[in-house]
T-cell receptor
């Protein structure tokens, strides 16, 4: 089946530093990648939609200068959390649709970010 | 506005049957998804319904009524490994997924 590889699985960083999260589609081309964050016991919140070769579309309330998204190829999309703060600590997950709608969306394994 | 409602938590017994309900309100509709998410892990795809009726996949079945804006996920012969959160998501007219907060299912021996 379609697999999205997400790295790192977890990261601890100091406040003020930047963290890059990578998502790679391993056996299909992901024209569109979705980036979510999830706080404990809450639903997935869509942050942005990244399209290969063009600028990402950010959801209302998400700072595009803080959460930099790059989708330079059909198999790689990255999310960089810049100048991280403790309130950015969350579970970040990427997702891509790999076929027809009925096939669903495949998710990366998620990245647990803790900012200290 | 767009909204998904599902119960926060349910408890069931190993070997039994449980039904998790989901109601949705979206701008347009292009189908409803159910995902399973274990704690600390990413969601995994369970089912997709776009037409009214019941879709069966082994121990899991999913039902949709478009006129009522209603779906349910039915889990049979419950196993301890089924303890997880179950997320309902509706796809709107722009093919965007609107997610519910998830239902935490606790299975007791």
């Amino acid at each position: 089946g379609a697999v999205v590889s997400q790295h790192p699985s977890w990261v601890i960083c100091k406040s003020g530093t930047s963290v890059k999260i990578e998502c790679r589609s391993l056996d299909f081309q992901a024209t569109t990648m979705f980036w979510y964050r999830q706080f404990p016991k809450q639903s997935l919140m869509l942050m942005a939609t990244s399209n290969e070769g063009s600028k990402a579309t950010y959801e209302q309330g998400v700072e595009k200068d803080k959460f930099l998204i790059n989708h330079a190829s059909l198999t790689l999309s990255t999310l960089t959390v810049t100048s991280a703060h403790p309130e950015d600590s969350s579970f970040y997950i990427c997702s891509a649709r790999f076929g027809e709608v009925v096939d669903g969306y495949t998710f990366g394994s998620g990245t647990r970010l803790t900012v200290v | 506005g767009q909204n998904i409602d599902q119960p926060t938590e349910m408890t069931a017994t190993e070997g039994a049957i449980v039904q998790i309900n989901c109601t949705y309100q979206t701008s347009g509709f292009n189908g409803l998804f159910w995902y399973q998410q274990h704690a600390g892990e990413a969601p995994t795809f369970l089912s997709y319904n776009v037409l009214d009726g019941l879709e069966e996949k082994g121990r899991f079945s999913s039902f949709l009524s478009r006129s009522k804006g209603y779906s349910y996920l039915l889990l049979k012969e419950l196993q301890m490994k089924d303890s997880a959160s179950y997320l309902c998501a509706a796809m709107d007219s722009n093919y965007q997924l609107i997610w519910g907060a998830g239902t935490k299912l606790i299975i007791k021996p």
